[in-house]
T-cell receptor, first 115, second 113 residues
């Protein structure tokens, strides 16, 4: 049981390049989330998926797209990376509706630098 | 909109002593959850303790306990017998009816040996 996994752990991009951050969970959770964490700030929600087949915008969605590929996987895509997207990205999941539905479980994070 | 405020950017404590981290929040909801997460240098976000707003009893987890004051919208974390491994960023977070987490800016906890 690996919990929430994210790939890659580190990535450096040039302005204008695109990339996809991958997230997978093996806990059969319904809801999945993408956050970004900037220095001196708490996490901010980019997008979330309350259940398979649905996605919704969070607080800071501009410049990002997401795909809930299946119940396990939730990817985050940067179509044209900008220096303002330099951040640490976290994926999380929670059961939603079951025991412990309120607790989110986090992946190890991806440190992204855009030059 | 809900907000979470951590007014202490940094705190330090002597090893084996007790420290309290502050958190206040603003909401119009009556049912919600509050959390403290720990983020060590490894970056992993680790749940420390959670509190359900409808429970009057303060949550405890070993050396970690909270002082939940619902009317004052205050949710402080007390760490007893501080250990070197407690050094980390601590984040307070709120979850309301939409199951989205709202985060404070964090408090850096330094443990002095």
């Amino acid at each position: 049981n690996a919990g929430v996994t994210q790939t890659p752990k580190f990535q450096v991009l040039k302005t204008g390049q695109s990339m996809t951050l991958q997230c997978a969970q093996d806990m059969n959770h319904n809801s999945m989330y993408w956050y970004r964490q900037d220095p001196g700030m708490g996490l901010r929600l980019i997008y979330y998926s309350a259940s398979e087949g649905t996605t919704d915008k969070g607080e800071v969605p501009n410049g990002y797209n997401v795909s809930r590929l299946n119940k396990r996987e939730f990817s985050l895509r940067l179509e044209s990376a900008a220096p303002s997207q330099t951040s640490v990205y976290f994926c999380a999941s929670n059961p939603l509706g079951g025991f412990g539905a309120d607790t989110q479980y986090f992946g190890p994070g991806t440190r992204l630098t855009v030059l | 909109a809900q907000t979470v405020t951590q007014s202490q950017p940094e705190m330090s404590v002597q090893e084996a002593e007790t420290v309290t981290l502050s958190c206040t929040y603003d909401t119009s909801e009556s049912d919600y959850y509050l959390f403290w997460y720990k983020q060590p240098p490894s970056r992993q976000m680790i749940l420390v303790i959670r509190q359900e707003a409808y429970k009057q009893q303060n949550a405890t987890e070993n050396r970690f306990s909270v002082n939940f004051q619902k009317a004052a919208k205050s949710f402080s974390l007390k760490i007893s017998d501080s250990q070197l491994g407690d050094a980390a960023m601590y984040f307070c977070a709120y979850m309301g009816s939409n199951y989205q987490l709202i985060w404070g800016a964090g408090t850096k906890l330094i443990i002095k040996p």
